[in-house]
């Protein structure tokens, strides 16, 4: 699949894996709620291994944001790693960000798409994420000390 490209202004977003930081969003993650103390192999396992969308200031070409699509490109997408870098919350690129990523061509006519968050319910609603319909037909296979123990 070829990479695709969005602009607006002073940023860009990209899904060019090979443009991605890797250090840059392992950095950040090591400070998420969410995947504090990943290892930077991880991280970069995790975008070899999916549809990487990073956000760039056009300007300097640092990488300001990123989201990742796990995915099989026909029927399920699996949102995850989402941010912003924290001098840049607040001026809607979290919200065109998630926008552009659902309306990835490649990404059209899923039946099904999931993420997980703690905190940003209300962005993820704008663009039709709504709570579990079922919730009880879902199981999960939870490890929040991988890390510590290190993985494969």
Sequence with gaps: MSAHEWTRGDFVISTDRARV???????FLQSSY?????????????????????LYRLSTGEQMGFARVTTDF???????????ADALRGQGLGKWLVETLVAHPELQGLRRWLLATSDAHTLYAQHGF????????????????VYRRGSR
């Design 34 to 54: 969410w995947a504090a103390g990943i290892p930077l192999e991880v991280v970069r396992r995790s975008v070899e291994h999916s549809l990487p969308f990073g």
């Design 74 to 84: 026909a029927t399920f997408a699996y949102l995850a790693d989402v941010f912003i």
């Design 21 to 27: 930081d890797v250090e840059a969003v392992h950095r």
């Design 130 to 145: 709504t709570p579990l319909s079922a919730p009880e037909r879902f199981m999960e296979k939870w490890d929040p000390e």
